[in-house]
């Protein structure tokens, strides 16, 4: 499709190329002062990677200590990955892959994993680097039992409980014995008893604050007895416990809940010096007999390495007090060109539309407006079409207050007669005879006639003009319109003839269609004088109906011609309404052939005649 406006003068290509210069401007400043600006260096410290690798550890080796294998640990990789913005993986020992954080080619793996994952032989440094308590003892002591506890150290993680994690009901069972211990000792001593719970899930109770005595005052055998899961556990690793003894040749010991352990009464215990009860030998049958315990329960050792995403360095701004004022400069020298070419481009827009405005001011006071037209963008059509409405408007403007005029001479003659002759007759001047009355219904008639049209007109302008479709034969229309006017036709002198190209049918409203070629033909029989002729010819052309109106008549001038259709227009100003008709016939007609979907048209020779055009879709 052509274009109104050149593409070289587009208000579009205008404001575009200002952006784009704002824009190179932009970056190449910015291009600049990061060459400028930046260095190469480690992306990250060392202590935050520190911290980063210990939370990663024991994020993952709780999960390993509370799951038998590495299956479902993608998510938990990907969300540290997340976290950290580095990569994860977790392989074997054999440096086999069991998970990766990233779902690109395998990683290539460093020549050092960053640590072993093993929940029963945990990292102790990274263990403190992370701040997690992962020591057994007294940091995770469920009840003690007995006199003489044994805190050891064993390198298992407390959250590897197996066996000994409680089901629902157990769980369940403890909590409320513990809230109502903790409710005896506030009720009884005012001391504050708070619960915590193991990873066993176990409640343990805080008495710190409580009187010495009130393990009898607030007694609950409930908590201070093992379960039946719990002891079904206990007892499997105190038979792990006494074979180990046994081969070690060390005197049994008795295992508490807590993993401490006292010795058996009338057990005999060894002699050699570091070998007793509290020497080497229990301790490591106690964490070994742990760890055979709670294999099946916990992933199996796996080896995890940390690498950064997309290499080990990055950029990083230098912002010394140099660079600094370098950005300064650089972004008020390109704030100074951003205001510039936007306040030249703004100023260059904005004047001519300052100019339509004070234009359409000048039409709201009802004075003439135009504007001046520069250029030949956007704003220049703009301008050039606003120029065009403003004309049209003034031409409108001119044409409503001579229809106003019209109208009003229209109602004013026959509202005139009517008036004159009843008050002639009110006077007894006048007979209100037959011919009187008859007469007066002629006025009547005459004034209902234009009120009518005016009504059809106000209807089509609004937009509601209705039309009820239906198959219509052109020629028997042609015939019936014929035959309504041929007395009229008659009187006049006039001959009226008929002619239809084959069976031509249209989808149109009939009563409308009718009206609309009657107009026509009534307009042609009026001006044309006696012995003249009014032929009515239906054919098709161009996949349309075409029916044209001629009549053989005075003709139209070609500077009257464009007017024929415009409210109360007369060629002769000299006609009276009696003998030119309304002047509002031609413009319904034009309104029905729009309904339609059509169009009316005219075209006219000076002494021969006039022909008029109405073209529907067939």
């Known amino acids: 499709m052509r274009a109104d406006v050149p593409l070289h003068r587009s208000l579009l290509v205008r404001v575009l190329a200002v952006s784009v210069l704002v824009s190179v401007c932009s970056i190449a400043a910015t291009a600049w002062l990061t060459a400028r600006s930046t260095t190469v260096a480690i992306r990250q410290e060392q202590g935050q990677a520190l911290t980063d690798d210990a ?20 998510e938990v990789v990907r969300q540290l990955a997340r976290d950290t913005g580095r990569r994860v993986t977790i392989t074997t020992e054999q440096r086999v892959p069991l998970v990766d954080s990233d779902s690109g080619p395998p990683a290539k793996l460093p020549a050092r994993p960053t640590a072993s994952i093993d929940p029963l032989h945990i990292d102790t440094a990274l263990a403190a680097a992370s701040g997690s308590s992962l020591t057994t003892g007294s940091s995770d002591a469920l009840v003690p ?5 044994a805190a050891v150290t064993d390198h298992i993680d407390p959250r590897a409980v197996g066996p000994f994690l409680l089901p629902r009901k157990e769980r369940d069972a403890l909590r409320v014995a513990a809230e109502r211990r903790a409710a005896c000792l506030r009720g009884s001593f005012g001391s504050v008893a708070t619960i915590a719970y193991s990873p066993s899930g176990r409640p343990v109770l805080d008495t710190r604050g409580a009187r010495p005595y009130s393990d009898t005052r607030c007694p609950n055998t409930v908590l201070d007895r093992p379960t039946a899961t719990e002891a079904k556990a206990l ?47 229990v301790p ?20 995890l390495f940390l690498s950064s995403r997309g290499g080990d360095t990055s950029t990083v701004f230098d912002l010394s007090p140099e660079n600094q004022a370098r950005i300064a400069g650089v972004a008020a020298l390109v704030l100074l060109i951003t205001v510039t070419a936007s306040v ?11 100019a339509l405005t004070d234009a359409v001011r000048q039409m709201e006071e009802g004075r003439a407006a135009r504007v001046e037209v520069k250029g030949k963008d956007e704003i220049g059509r703009l301008a050039a079409a606003f120029n065009a409405m403003a004309e049209r408007r003034e031409r409108l403007e001119e044409l409503r207050k001579a229809m106003v005029g019209d109208v009003a001479h229209e109602l004013r003659t026959p509202l005139s007669n009517i008036r004159g002759w009843l008050e002639a007759a009110q006077d007894g001047l006048a007979d209100p005879d037959p011919e009187l009355v008859a007469s007066l219904l002629e006025e009547a ?20 003009l209705r039309v009820h ?81 001629a009549d053989t008549g005075s003709g139209i001038a070609p500077d009257d011609l464009p007017l024929v259709f415009e409210r109360f227009w007369r060629v002769e100003k000299s006609r009276s309404r009696r003998s030119g008709g309304s002047g509002l016939g031609l413009p319904i007609a034009r309104k029905l052939a729009e309904a339609h979907g059509g169009s009316l048209s005219a075209t006219s020779v000076i002494g021969e005649g006039s022909t008029f055009t109405l073209r529907l879709p067939a």
């Open 55 to 74: 939370r990663t550890y024991d994020t993952l080796l709780g999960y390993a200590a509370t799951h038998p294998g590495w299956n479902g640990a993608g």
């Open 145 to 149: 039992q007995g006199d003489a506890l």
């Open 235 to 281: 007892a499997a690793l105190q038979k792990l416990v006494d074979n180990c003894l046994e081969r070690r040749h060390e005197s049994h010991v008795r295992l508490n809940l807590d993993f401490t352990w006292t010795r058996v009464p009338g057990a005999v215990p060894a002699q050699a010096a570091g070998d007793g009860p509290r020497g080497g030998v």
């Open 284 to 303: 490591e049958c106690v964490a070994g007999s742990r760890r055979e315990q709670l294999t099946p329960y916990v992933a199996p050792p796996a080896l």
């Open 344 to 354: 030249t481009a703004g100023t260059r827009l904005s004047r001519p539309l300052r």
């Open 445 to 464: 008639l005459l004034l209902q006639h234009v009120i009518d049209d005016l009504q059809d007109l106000a209807v089509a302008d609004a937009g509601e």
């Open 469 to 549: 479709t239906e198959p219509v034969d052109v020629a028997d229309l042609l015939a019936q319109v014929a035959t309504a006017h041929r007395g009229g036709a008659e009187a006049a002198g006039v001959t009226l003839l008929t002619k239809a190209d084959g069976r031509l049918h249209l989808v149109a409203d009939p009563v409308r269609l009718r009206q609309a070629v009657g107009n026509l033909v009534s307009n042609a029989v009026r001006h044309t004088p006696p012995g003249g002729t009014v032929s009515l010819h239906a054919r098709r052309a161009d996949g349309d109906v075409v029916i044209d109106v």
